[in-house]
């Protein structure tokens, strides 16, 4: 079984991550997740999945609302507690789906600490390209495009 964290769990990737994890128990574990603005779902993640010990923030507000309700779930907000989540949670896998540049540190941390990297934000290879390749070849972590343009392009460059 494979531990998953989730960077950017409210977003149409996210939802659909969510999803897939759901209905493969024997292989993948939500062990963490971000959230921007929709947090709604959180409880209900939670209920569905008690090994959901991570949680990040967009927004101080709700990390610090929800910290006083579920006292033994790790709570992280902002881009620090992006970075903090991906050090302390034991996940095989980081599934970077992030909106825009905030994306792109997450990823390099994720290669750093030779974890698998499920990338849906294309604003990490466009920003950072060359500093992930060059983490990559040097053999930090692993790489599999998850989104459709990103496989798209794999498929034309390497079939």
């Known amino acids: 079984m494979k531990n998953v964290l989730l960077l950017g769990g409210g977003g149409s990737i996210g939802t659909q991550s969510i999803d897939v994890i759901s209905k493969n128990p024997a292989k993948l574990n939500l062990i963490g997740i971000s959230f921007g603005d929709r947090v709604e779902t959180l409880p209900s993640l939670i209920n569905n999945f008690p090994s959901l010990k991570y949680v990040c923030f967009k927004n101080k507000k ?3 609302f929800f910290k006083t309700i579920y006292k033994d779930i790790n709570f992280y907000h902002g881009n620090e507690g992006l970075i903090n989540i991906i050090s302390d949670s034991n996940a095989d896998y980081v599934l970077n789906a992030l909106i825009g540049f905030v994306g792109f540190l ?28 060059d983490l990559l070849s040097s053999g930090h972590g692993k790489l599999y495009p998850i989104d459709s343009e990103h496989v798209a392009i794999a498929k034309c460059l390497f079939n």
């Open 106 to 133: 997450p990823s390099i941390k994720t290669l750093e600490l030779n974890k698998t990297l499920l990338l849906a934000n294309k604003e990490s290879l466009i920003v950072g390209g060359t500093l992930i390749n």
């Open 62 to 64: 709700d990390f610090l």
